[in-house]
């Protein structure tokens, strides 16, 4: 449960940087019901709790002024596997906000860089910044879509979003093109009658994770209406994530058809079949039934990679219904879609550096 304050207006600022001004101002509700007053003219913007994606989205990275860790090219970040950051390369040396890693913000940075807004995605965080810097901070939700509640939220944020940058537009074309991306993969799987089982390995999340990581509520084969063999598990961690620890042993009882692995994961995938032999009469292994997907989940999710991989598991497992589908022209349609006009070299880059889609043996 989330505990906020609504209708609070604060008015002092632990570093002494106060965003008041006789600016128009226009009211906001955000994501948890918090009441918040923003400029009307939105020129400056941080984004915590992994919201600088959603930014990107909208098109509006040229108003970000600084990033997180985990965005930047330092030691241990992901800035390079992260698409937005690929197409928004120049987003790297903006100063560092934060650190998603070890959930911190940096309040006297941001202070300093006396962003408009900041979006967070934590009702108690932003109450902590708003505080501490006296800058609007606006909820937003950029978790996990695997659920319509959740793709509801989701689309919900975009147009908050959409409205404090002046992205209004934008937001409503985004979220069109995602309800018919999802309605084309609906239509093409819509009367398919297939008994092919599907499992999701390497779901990472805090970095890469084994075999047994997995996602009740893959997005992917939720569109596509597959059978993931998980579908039913207890999530007894990482539940706000979707990603679930399994047995061992639960794995090699449910004996998937199809193994699919975000590629983050390959190696600690590989060193798992490696080190034990109890894998190898799993059908999709055996049977050479496993490939690669783009990381969804890596930095929190990754909706571009989301729709790209379900393309691509839809064309491995209904070839029929995916004949007219070349699933790295669609990855590129969508990243640009997503990330710009400077994003049509994402995928190739991905590739290039970490596999893409491919058929892999384990």
Same mark, same amino acid.
């Given at each position: 449960?989330?505990?906020? $304050?609504? +209708?609070?207006?604060?008015?002092?600022?632990?570093?002494?940087?106060? @965003?008041?001004?006789?600016?128009? %101002?226009?009211?906001?509700?955000?994501?948890?019901?918090?009441?918040?007053?923003?400029?009307?003219?939105?020129?400056?913007?941080?984004?915590?709790?992994?919201?600088?994606?959603?930014?990107?989205?909208?098109?509006?990275?040229?108003?970000?002024?600084?990033?997180?860790?985990?965005?930047?090219?330092?030691?241990?970040?992901?800035?390079?596997?992260?698409?937005?950051?690929?197409?928004?390369?120049?987003?790297?040396?903006?100063?560092?906000?934060?650190?998603?890693?070890?959930?911190?913000?940096?309040?006297?940075? #941001?202070?300093?860089?006396?962003?408009?807004?900041?979006?967070?995605?934590?009702?108690?965080?932003?109450?902590? #910044?708003?505080? %501490?810097?006296?800058?609007?901070?606006? $909820? $937003?939700?950029?978790?996990? $879509?695997?659920?319509?509640?959740?793709?509801?939220?989701?689309?919900?944020?975009?147009?908050?979003?959409? %409205?404090?940058?002046?992205?209004?537009?934008?937001?409503?074309?985004?979220?069109?093109?995602?309800?018919?991306?999802?309605?084309?993969?609906?239509?093409?799987?819509?009367?398919?009658?297939?008994?092919?089982?599907?499992?999701?390995? +390497?779901?990472?999340?805090?970095?890469?994770?084994?075999?047994?990581?997995?996602?009740?509520?893959?997005?992917?084969?939720?569109?596509?209406?597959?059978?993931?063999?998980?579908?039913?598990? @207890?999530?007894?961690?990482?539940?706000?994530?979707?990603?679930?620890?399994?047995?061992?042993?639960?794995?090699?009882?449910?004996?998937?058809?199809?193994?699919?692995?975000?590629?983050?994961?390959? @190696?600690?995938?590989?060193?798992?079949?490696?080190?034990?032999?109890?894998?190898?009469?799993?059908?999709?292994?055996?049977?050479?039934?496993?490939?690669?997907?783009?990381?969804?989940?890596?930095?929190?999710?990754?909706?571009?990679?989301?729709?790209?991989?379900?393309?691509? #598991?839809?064309?491995?497992?209904?070839?029929?219904?995916?004949?007219?589908?070349?699933?790295?022209?669609?990855?590129?349609?969508?990243?640009?879609?997503?990330?710009?006009?400077?994003?049509?070299?994402?995928?190739?880059?991905?590739?290039?550096?970490?596999?893409?889609?491919?058929?892999?043996?384990?």
């Amino acid at each position: 449960m989330i505990l906020c $304050v609504v +209708g609070v207006t604060y008015a002092f600022s632990t570093f002494g940087i106060s @965003n008041s001004s006789s600016e128009p %101002k226009v009211s906001i509700t955000d994501v948890v019901g918090r009441t918040v007053e923003v400029p009307a003219t939105v020129n400056k913007v941080v984004g915590i709790g992994c919201s600088d994606r959603e930014i990107v989205y909208l098109n509006a990275s040229n108003k970000l002024v600084g990033i997180e860790q985990v965005e930047s090219n330092s030691t241990g970040s992901w800035g390079n596997e992260l698409p937005y950051i690929i197409a928004h390369t120049e987003l790297m040396n903006l100063p560092i906000v934060g650190n998603a890693k070890t959930n911190t913000v940096n309040y006297e940075e #941001i202070a300093k860089l006396n962003p408009d807004v900041v979006f967070a995605s934590d009702a108690t965080q932003a109450d902590t #910044i708003q505080n %501490k810097t006296g800058i609007p901070t606006v $909820v $937003v939700y950029t978790g996990s $879509v695997g659920t319509s509640e959740q793709m509801d939220e989701y689309e919900k944020s975009l147009q908050i979003m959409g %409205k404090v940058l002046g992205k209004e537009d934008r937001a409503n074309e985004l979220i069109g093109y995602m309800n018919s991306t999802e309605q084309d993969l609906a239509n093409r799987t819509a009367n398919v009658t297939s008994n092919k089982t599907v499992y999701l390995a +390497g779901q990472a999340y805090y970095g890469s994770q084994g075999i047994t990581s997995t996602n009740p509520y893959y997005p992917p084969f939720m569109m596509l209406n597959a059978t993931n063999v998980a579908s039913n598990a @207890n999530s007894t961690t990482n539940s706000t994530l979707h990603a679930i620890q399994i047995d061992k042993e639960q794995l090699i009882t449910w004996n998937p058809d199809y193994m699919f692995v975000e590629g983050s994961s390959l @190696n600690s995938v590989e060193n798992n079949t490696n080190s034990s032999q109890d894998y190898s009469e799993i059908n999709a292994i055996k049977n050479g039934n496993v490939y690669q997907v783009l990381s969804y989940c890596l930095y929190s999710y990754n909706k571009d990679e989301m729709f790209a991989d379900a393309y691509y #598991i839809g064309k491995v497992l209904y070839p029929e219904q995916f004949s007219d589908v070349d699933p790295e022209q669609k990855a590129n349609e969508i990243f640009v879609e997503f990330d710009g006009q400077s994003a049509g070299s994402v995928y190739s880059t991905l590739k290039s550096d970490y596999g893409g889609f491919k058929q892999v043996t384990l």
